[in-house]
């Protein structure tokens, strides 16, 4: 099955823009790539979602590659409330498939 | 607006015991998805509804049921539980739109199974 993969962790100075990476390398031509993010023991929240075009929203901007193989979700000044895990996932018909994440972690 | 509501939030049931989870949603969305996510990993779908009166298997529905019998609810069952069912439930919903999958969560069951 297509899958995204994602670090495990990364880490970002408060106030610097955090990019994190997804590799979606068989997603199909018209399956669009969302991002969502689960703060501690929160339910998941949703951040940005494309399809072909770079997209950009009052969370957070993702920058999709021409082939459509990878994106990058940027959040452009980081706080410490945007410590969180982040999902890059793919839609499959009328479900979405989460995978394990990257853990951000903001340092002051 | 309440979005998504799941019922009850905490629990802790014995090896054997049956139960209920409750989620509404009061955004007139068609799709409802119940998760479960254990320690460290990220959300496994368990069973979806595309509608009032229908349901599907997602990737792990071994040991639920649900029930869609109201638009605005999603029953999910455990006719007997097991100490492997111990994890956090996640409900969501979202609009049948085909452009925006834009699933919206409820603060999740956190259940224990002794």
């Known amino acids: 099955d297509a899958k995204t993969t994602q670090p495990t962790s990364m880490d970002c100075a408060e106030g610097r823009a955090a990019n994190l990476p997804c590799n979606h390398s068989t997603i199909s031509g018209n399956e669009y790539v969302y991002w969502y993010r689960q703060i501690h023991s929160q339910g998941p929240q949703y951040i940005i979602h494309?399809?072909?075009n770079n997209e950009t929203n009052e969370m957070a901007s993702l920058i999709i590659t021409e082939d459509r193989k990878s994106s990058t979700l940027i959040l452009p000044h980081a706080t410490l409330r945007d410590t969180a895990v982040y999902y890059c996932i793919e839609r499959r018909a009328s479900k979405i498939i989460f995978g394990s994440g990257t853990r951000l972690s903001i340092r002051p | 607006n309440a979005g998504v509501t799941q019922t009850p939030k905490f629990r802790v049931l014995k090896t054997g015991q049956s139960m209920t989870l409750l989620c509404a949603q009061d955004m007139n969305h068609e799709y409802m998805y119940w998760y479960r996510q254990d320690p460290g990993m990220g959300l496994r779908l368990i069973h979806y509804?595309?509608?009032?009166?229908?349901?599907a298997k997602g990737e792990v529905p071994d040991g639920y049921n649900v029930s869609r019998l109201k638009k605005q609810n999603f029953l999910l069952g455990l006719e007997s539980a097991a100490p492997s069912q111990t994890s956090v439930y996640f409900c969501?919903?979202?609009?049948?739109?085909?452009?925006?999958?834009?699933?919206?969560f409820g603060a999740g069951t956190r259940l224990s199974v002794l």
């Open positions: 969501a919903s979202r609009d049948s739109s085909a452009r925006k999958n834009i699933q919206y």
């Open positions: 509804s595309v509608g009032e009166g229908t349901t």
């Open positions: 494309g399809l072909k």
